[in-house]
């Protein structure tokens, strides 16, 4: 600051009081000599004071706590024009301190210099005036100053001046104040841009720089893009852009440029005159790599408006930045990816770009040391791919699916989403898919899920959702440990990560062991609560949650209390009672463990032979290290397995429909003590009988077989057990105490002669009271054979 265009600064001296030329005069009789009400001696006192300030900051200091620059303040205003002048370029050369800074910002100067800055002032006023404004401009109260006192005006005026040192000195201040957003656009109203263009053609770099630093404020403004576009700004651009003996400017240029081209309507009128081939002319010739890349990075703005995208394409700019990807420079690759990035989004671009080669070449950027490059690269794979199969197995073809789940391990969360949605949009095809998951994608993803970022969380999601749909991911997930972080996120408020994460459980509840560990830990719960909220339920929690039941039948028919006909119970089901909504349901293990307690017991279906499970128990308890505590195991049902062999043996010889649900009723019957007149259920001791067995095993679980006294909904489970296992159709109701029911479909009569039989009819099968009997629903027998 300070810094003289037309000429080198002198050394500064390090003499404090060195003689003055003003004979014998020390510098404080020099000061007081301020004071003198003549002219001459006035003018004499000032030009001494400027030369000892000039000699370095030691001098300015020691003039200033000689009181100095009060009397100075005082005769810039002076009425003669030699003393003016003197008096400023004392004041001038002092302000480039900071203490005499400081000194002056608590002094009312700024309205005297700002009414010296008129056109008939001479020019060395000027020169000095603004000399002391440009440190003063750093400081918010003195810009307000300035402005406040319509200095801006006059400074741009200024900015004409035939005196390279005053254009300087103008410029500087102008930067400073256009740096808050009320200067910048009284800069555009005030008529400032056409000088500011002006003196881009300066013989002075420091000038030039100054003017683009100040035009890229400016421009930041719309109405000041379109002045800008005007009068020609692009080509005065474009001009500094193709002089190599302006490289140092073209980094400011492009800033400047960069503004422009994020305006859509100035890249129209650009392209209408055929301009914005300069630019992409510019792009492929020989620069220097931080050049290029900052013009790629215009480019890449360009390409952020949808509008600008079918423009870049008409020009082919897909060529050129494929031509870029081959570039040596990191920087100039990263840029072109992101532009790549950009361009993506226009549907045809992803098309030329692969056509073109372009997608092995942004592959390679992901096996970069730079993490920028690879951010980059996975960012305009992740757009390349998106809703493109083609692109998809080009990258594929490219070995791209094995370094992208290397990706996952990153550091960086966004270059770890952009490779978990790339993965995403390219595991919908089946063969690319499971060549994702043998490079151990699942595990890798693992660890994602425990993120908190938002973007991560959403890609992560999505990509886990569709490599879900193969058994083996899911079991690999639930061995990797991914199963706990994935129903954590079901906790989340986000609405994309939660509707993801409902999703990716609604596929992983297609096993039995994922769908248990699932509701270990607390999915059921979590989901009911999400279903019974208005702002979080969603049709992919409601899907997740029936996903979930149809997997886990006893969880099933403990909330809903009813199993569909197709709702087949095999081994390991339980009836563990009607449980309140949000309260976890315990698995068939942990209730196992648990002290006899005073509740209903927990009915259980195991028809499996133990003899065949023997050999495998034998080897696992032969295992060293193995914990001392047991191993568990359901308990054998020799009796249940008898009564399935009988109704296999039994009922499936019959033909009739109807006699096989009644003789499937009679011994479901039988097996549990028969029919019971309802006046005489009081007397049926069922409940004592169950109370002795969980005393006799000592446990809360009870085999189905052994109940040899049981009423509604033993009995009700029994049948729908065994028609399950000999392919009867039956569903299975709770209803309120103790009751439950039966339901089946039967077609009556003999098939017409098309081989149809009628339509079928449903019934209610009586297993307590009159057994075999099929009750027609919703007749007065069937409803009071529901109720008490």
């Avoid at 719309?222 to 800008?228: A, Q, W």
Wanted: hydrophobic share 40%; with cysteine; glycine share 6%.
């Amino acid at each position: 600051m300070g810094k003289k265009v037309k000429k080198e600064n002198e050394t500064p001296s390090k003499e404090t009081f060195e003689a003055l030329p003003f004979e014998g005069k020390t510098p404080a009789t020099v000061v007081l000599l301020l004071s003198s009400p003549e002219e001459d001696i006035l003018i004499k006192a000032c030009e001494a004071l400027h030369i000892f300030a000039e000699k370095g900051d030691e001098n300015k200091v020691s003039l200033l706590e000689l009181g100095a620059l009060e009397p100075l303040c005082q005769l810039i205003t002076h009425n003669n024009k030699l003393v003016r002048r003197n008096a400023f370029m004392a004041l001038g050369i002092m302000a480039i301190n900071g203490d005499v800074k400081k000194a002056l910002k608590k002094m009312n100067v700024i309205p005297s210099i700002i009414h010296k800055l008129s056109l008939e002032e001479d020019t060395v006023v000027h020169e000095y005036a603004t000399l002391c404004l440009a440190p003063l401009s750093l400081d918010f109260v003195c810009k307000v100053q300035i402005f406040d006192n319509k200095g801006l005006p006059s400074l741009i005026q200024l900015l004409s001046s035939p005196d390279p040192d005053v254009q300087k000195n103008s410029l500087e201040i102008i930067f400073n104040l256009v740096q808050d957003y009320q200067c910048r656009l009284a800069v555009h109203e005030l008529g400032g841009i056409p000088p500011l263009l002006e003196l881009l053609k300066s013989d002075f770099p420091v000038i030039q720089h100054l003017a683009l630093e100040t035009l890229q404020n400016v421009t930041t403004d719309k109405d000041s893009r379109s002045t800008f576009m005007e009068d020609q700004g692009f080509d005065k651009l474009m001009d500094i852009l193709n002089n190599t003996d302006c490289g140092d400017l073209h980094a400011e240029a492009l800033r400047v440029l960069a503004n422009c081209l994020s305006d859509s309507e100035c890249v129209q009128l650009i392209h209408k005159d055929g301009r914005l081939t300069r630019l992409m002319d510019f792009l492929v010739n020989p620069n220097m790599p931080e050049i290029q890349s900052s013009a790629v990075k215009c480019i890449a703005g360009v390409a952020q408006i949808s509008e600008n995208r079918i423009l870049l394409h008409e020009l082919n700019v897909e060529k050129v930045l494929v031509e870029l990807l081959s570039e040596a420079d990191t920087g100039v690759k990263t840029s072109t990816c992101q532009a790549v990035a950009a361009m993506s989004f226009h549907l045809a671009s992803q098309h030329r770009i692969r056509d073109q080669g372009g997608i092995p070449a942004v592959v390679q950027g992901l096996s970069s040391e730079n993490l920028k490059l690879r951010e980059a690269a996975t960012q305009a794979l992740s757009n390349l791919t998106h809703s493109n199969h083609l692109n998809a197995f080009a990258v594929y073809e490219a070995g791209g699916h094995q370094i992208l789940v290397q990706q996952l391990y990153g550091s960086c969360s966004r270059t770890v989403a952009n490779a978990a949605a790339t993965l995403g949009h390219m595991a919908g095809q089946e063969d690319i898919r499971c060549s994702i998951l043998s490079h151990g994608a699942i595990q890798a993803l693992v660890e994602p899920l425990k993120s908190t970022d938002t973007q991560l969380l959403i890609h992560t999601t999505q990509c886990l959702a569709v490599l879900a749909c193969d058994t083996e991911a899911r079991a690999e997930l639930q061995s990797a440990g991914g199963l706990q972080p994935l129903v954590n996120l079901l906790r989340s408020n986000h609405k994309e990560i939660l509707q993801n994460a409902c999703l990716a459980i609604t596929l992983c509840a297609s096993d039995v062991p994922t769908t248990a560990e699932m509701c270990k830990f607390g999915a059921l719960e979590m989901l009911q609560e999400i279903n019974q909220s208005v702002n979080r339920s969603s049709s992919f929690s409601k899907m997740a949650m029936i996903s979930l039941i149809n997997c886990n039948l006893p969880v099933k028919y403990s909330l809903t209390g009813h199993l569909a006909s197709t709702d087949i119970i095999s081994d390991g089901f339980y009836d563990a009672g009607k449980v309140p909504a949000g309260q976890r349901i315990l698995t068939l293990e942990e209730l196992s463990r648990q002290p006899v307690n005073q509740h209903r017991p927990i009915i259980v279906v195991n028809t499996t032979e133990e003899q065949n499970k023997d050999g495998d128990r034998q080897k696992d308890e032969s295992q060293p290290g193995s914990p001392t505590q047991k191993p568990w195991k359901m308990m054998d049902d020799v009796s249940l397995q008898v009564l399935v062999i009988e109704a296999k043996k039994s009922i499936l010889r019959m033909n009739d429909e109807q006699e096989k649900y009644a003789a499937l009723a009679r011994l479901v019957s039988e097996a549990m003590g028969g029919a019971v007149e309802r006046e005489k259920l009081h007397k049926f001791s069922w409940v004592l009988h169950l109370s002795q067995l969980k005393f006799q095993l000592q446990s809360n679980v009870i085999p189905m077989g052994l109940i040899r006294r049981g009423i509604y909904r033993h009995r009700a489970l029994l049948f729908k057990c065994l028609a399950d296992c000999i392919g009867m159709s039956s569903t299975l109701v709770r209803g309120e105490y103790d009751r439950a029911w039966n339901e089946v479909l039967v077609f009556s009569g003999n098939p017409s002669g098309n081989g149809r039989y009628s339509q079928p009819a449903r019934f209610i099968v009586d297993l307590m009271h009159q057994p075999g009997s099929l009750l027609a629903t919703n007749t007065p027998a069937a409803v009071k054979y529901q109720t008490i």
